[in-house]
């Protein structure tokens, strides 16, 4: 399951500004929820997502929920619900925690985004279904508990992502 064609997003600096001001919004409401995620600030892992679903959003011409509250899923498309999944590593893995329900989504899309050296650059890696992410052989503890992590190398390419057996 190679993924072998990524899609390389650039985004204006305007959408990385509205980016940043929306990432803040979020962090401020959803300050209930306990502590830095995978010993990051909260406001980093905020930005580093909103600007993955800012570039999957311009590739696939589809409308960006700016809402504050928390959802399951980031996108519907085609009836598929769709979540993204961000790191700040090029070769970083598709992950999700296990205390995540299985199957809230359909697909999991990878998306690596540099905010540190081009925060307009952003890569949509590939993807995996529901089933193959959240199967038990994909767990792995990274040292923040048990998490579901699939290598790059086992993603589908994004074109294949309306398939109903990618």
Do not use: W
């Amino acid at each position: 399951m190679q993924a072998r064609s990524v899609i390389d997003v650039s985004l204006c600096s305007d959408e990385v500004r509205m980016v940043r001001l929306f990432a803040r919004e979020r962090v401020k409401k959803n300050e209930a929820i306990p502590g830095p995620i995978c010993g990051r600030e909260r406001i980093d892992t905020a930005l580093i997502g909103m600007l993955a679903e800012e570039a999957f959003s311009k590739a696939l011409n589809l409308h960006l929920d700016l809402s504050l509250r928390p959802t399951l899923h980031d996108f519907v498309l085609m009836g598929y619900f769709i979540d993204l999944k961000a790191t700040d590593r090029p070769n970083g893995r598709l992950m999700t925690p296990a205390t995540k329900l299985a199957m809230q989504a359909d697909r999991y899309v990878l998306a690596t985004v540099n905010t540190v050296v081009d925060p307009c650059a952003v890569r949509l890696v590939g993807f995996a279904t529901a089933a193959e992410l959240f199967d038990p052989a994909n767990l792995v503890d990274v040292g923040h508990g048990a998490t579901y992590a699939l290598p790059q190398s086992r993603l589908h390419p994004l074109d294949r992502i309306l398939e109903r057996t990618p």
